[in-house]
């Protein structure tokens, strides 16, 4: 089960990490998690580049490691980058020195301060750690977590379902997530196009996380 707009209850709960971009402008964040991809992210990158938008994508270290060109391709056009685990870590479900780790051989490969764990899943004593500063290894980190799921990686929707869910959740400040990778392709490609088409009509404009 998950949130397709995360509920007024959970951002409470972890108020430290962050959820949505307080603004009255019409500015949307998208955040494409789980890349560097061979053929998913350049497609990103185009479609991005149509709309003048700017974007933040969350990638995996062995991605990077992988496809260190595609990784040049998305700092080269202005877009923001933020660690993903080395490994797509499941925080709940790894040991506390193990997960931080992880991150800092990540961060080896992607340099930013923003970090979003994969699955949505980090024990509070994980995000304290990286939230907090021990030493020279690695950055203080900002959790950024998001507003909406697309639902990109749920093979049960539609591509017209995951569309219909960032319509219509999606308010001025959300945080977007889609996955730029092989199981969230069809979805993600058809829905991410109409979604730039549609806000883009309505006068919003797409920023990638500071």
């Not at 340099?111 to 979003?116: A, E, G, M, V």
């Not at 764990?117 to 994980?126: A, D, E, S, T, V």
């Not at 939230?131 to 980190?141: G, H, I, Q, V």
Request: proline share 4%.
């Amino acid at each position: 089960m998950y949130f397709v707009k995360a509920p007024w209850w959970l951002k409470k709960l972890y108020s430290s990490f962050v959820w949505k971009i307080r603004t009255k402008e019409k500015v949307l964040y998208l955040t494409f998690d789980d890349g560097p991809h061979e053929t998913a992210t350049p497609f990103v990158l185009d479609e991005l580049k149509k709309y003048g938008a700017k974007a933040t994508f969350f990638c995996i270290g062995k991605n990077v490691a992988s496809l260190p060109s595609v990784y040049k391709r998305i700092l080269d056009e202005g877009h923001a980058t933020g660690n993903h685990t080395y490994n797509h870590l499941n925080g709940w479900k790894t040991d506390d020195t193990t997960y931080i780790n992880n991150i800092i051989d990540a961060a080896e490969l992607i340099k930013s301060n923003l970090f979003r764990p994969p699955y949505g899943r980090i024990k509070k004593f994980q995000s304290k750690l990286l939230m907090r500063k021990e030493d020279a290894a690695r950055p203080l980190f900002k959790i950024i977590m998001w507003d909406v799921l697309s639902g990109d990686f749920d093979v049960q929707l539609s591509p017209q379902q995951c569309l219909n869910n960032v319509l219509k959740h999606t308010q001025k400040g959300s945080i977007i997530v889609f996955h730029d990778s092989t199981k969230a392709w069809s979805r993600m490609s058809y829905a991410l196009p109409n979604v730039l088409a549609h806000f883009s009509k309505e006068g919003y404009v797409f920023k990638a996380l500071e």
